[in-house]
């Protein structure tokens, strides 16, 4: 019989071979040099394009330090942006499902003295506030292209929305029906001495704390917005001036596309089918749309690979866990 941990492995190989198999068919179609053209005439204005990503990370850090202080006082603002830089880091370049970034965050955490179980928590909810805003900017997003285009063309828009409304409701469903504590069981099960206690009552703290979840809602769906500005950017630079609420529709509809393809790492050849299929609504070329794609890929490695690089380091610099379980029957 196959082990569950085997046939993940084997769906994270499968996806990443279909994404790179899309990617290329892609490309190969609407053709590479159009596209690499427009990059090397425009790469100065690439440059601040990715530099603004900063402010989007600033943002959902600060939503993520809204949420863990409603547990405690936590490591400072800087913490949390190194944390959300890793963790984004590692969701855009490694194959972990979107999963691997926010443990490490949490491993991080909790080296900085906190409870796992408060880290666990907190970074969970924070998950959840993310996914609700993000249904938030999609509807706005659907909201602006059925002005400018009408109704005839929110097929696939609903469809994305189904979706990533649908994992966010399984998710905090999760949450409210008692998964916390089957992870805390299982956790104690597994020998992980403390991992997870306090996770369920954690959860439910923060949920009752309003005013700190209506201020990382806040940051979350302002951080939305702001992927707006970085696409009205990236056209500016590529020649072709749109205003905010064609940006919000493209960098909506094409985050909301990803996240409904998580299965895929890092939604290759998805993400690039999505941008084409959006821009195209509008009107804008496949070479524009791909090149867009491929201007996000760039920030992903200009931002990720030294987040990967930093995370080894931190990784060689921590203490020996294990010694520390043996010191400690």
Not at 46 to 56: D, E, P, S, Y
Not at 294 to 322: C, H, M, N, Y
Request: proline share 4%; net charge positive.
């Amino acid at each position: 019989m196959i082990r569950p941990s085997r046939l993940r492995h084997m769906g994270t190989i499968l996806g990443l071979i279909a994404g790179v198999a899309l990617g290329a068919l892609l490309l190969r179609h609407f053709g590479v040099d159009p596209v690499l053209r427009l990059l090397k005439r425009r790469m100065g204005g690439i440059a601040l394009v990715i530099l603004f990503h900063g402010v989007q990370i600033g943002l959902t850090a600060a939503a993520w330090q809204a949420v863990s202080r409603c547990l405690s006082a936590g490591p400072s603002f800087g913490t949390f942006i190194l944390l959300r830089w890793l963790r984004e880091g590692i969701n855009s370049l490694l194959p972990v499902a979107q999963i691997g970034g926010p443990v490490l965050a949490i491993r991080l955490l909790c080296r900085h003295g906190q409870n796992s179980g408060m880290a666990m928590a907190g970074a969970i909810v924070d998950t959840s506030v993310e996914l609700v805003t993000q249904i938030v900017s999609t509807l706005l997003a659907v909201g602006i292209l059925a002005g400018i285009k009408g109704t005839d063309v929110l097929a696939p828009a609903l469809v994305g929305i189904v979706v990533v409304s649908g994992l966010t409701a399984a998710f905090i469903a999760a949450q409210s029906l008692g998964g916390a504590r089957m992870a805390e069981l299982a956790a104690t099960r597994l020998g992980w001495r403390g991992a997870g206690n306090g996770l369920h009552d954690g959860i439910v703290a923060i949920y009752r704390r309003r005013r700190a979840l209506g201020s990382a809602s806040v940051f979350h769906l302002l951080a939305w917005l702001s992927g707006s500005v970085e696409v009205a950017m990236t056209f500016h630079f590529f020649g072709r001036d749109i205003g905010l609420g064609p940006a919000l529709v493209i960098d909506s509809l094409g985050q909301a596309i990803r996240t409904a393809s998580f299965a895929v790492p890092a939604a290759l050849g998805v993400q690039e089918g999505g941008y084409i299929l959006v821009c195209g609504l509008l009107g804008f070329s496949p070479d524009l749309a791909l090149a867009l794609s491929l201007t996000k890929r760039l920030r992903e490695v200009v931002f990720g690979i030294p987040s990967i690089g930093l995370w080894q380091w931190l990784e060689a610099r921590a203490p020996d866990e294990s010694k520390d379980d043996e010191a400690n029957p």
